[in-house]
């Protein structure tokens, strides 16, 4: 930080899917390794959140992992937790994966803080997509899928933030 730049407080985003363990995190390791590119690490802070609580704890699917860290993303350090009713307090954004996960958030929202709640794929530059599909039942191409996805609505986020109000470091 330059001796002329105000510390600001990071814009704060919540990635959210069903169990907390395919695309929510790679989503969030996606968006924090494009932060850390940028040198937004002090801007903007990324967590990631299940409506569900069938994974609590654990680490994110393997396959997950695998598929990321093949493209430089390391998943490892994440553990799945459950959406909670102060998240909309304590975060800027809450971006959704699909119909249910908006709807289960929305209905977990207090209605001053809806307008936090956004689909992540609604970001996307590249694909025309509203939703980032589960791969959770399906095989290699899905989770490849997913990272597309991400890639392309976190590059489309970040272009996003920066029209809404400076970021820096």
Known sequence: ??????????VRVLMVCMGNICRSPTAQGVLEHLVEQQGLQNAVQVDSAGTH??????????????QALERG????????????????DDFDWVLVMDDDN??????LCPPEQQ????????????FNTQDVPDPYYGGREGFEEVLDLC???CSGFLAFLHTQKPIQS
């Open 151 to 153: 890639e392309d609505a």
């Open 53 to 66: 609580s069938y994974h609590i704890g654990h680490p994110p699917d393997a396959r997950s992992q695998q």
């Open 102 to 107: 908006e709807n289960r958030a929305r209905a």
């Open 115 to 126: 307008h936090k709640i956004r689909r992540l794929a609604s970001f996307c530059q590249q």
């Open 73 to 88: 993303y390391d998943l490892s350090a994440q553990r799945a937790r459950q959406l909670q009713r102060r998240d909309f």
């Open 1 to 10: 930080m330059t001796p002329h730049t105000t510390q600001q407080n990071p």
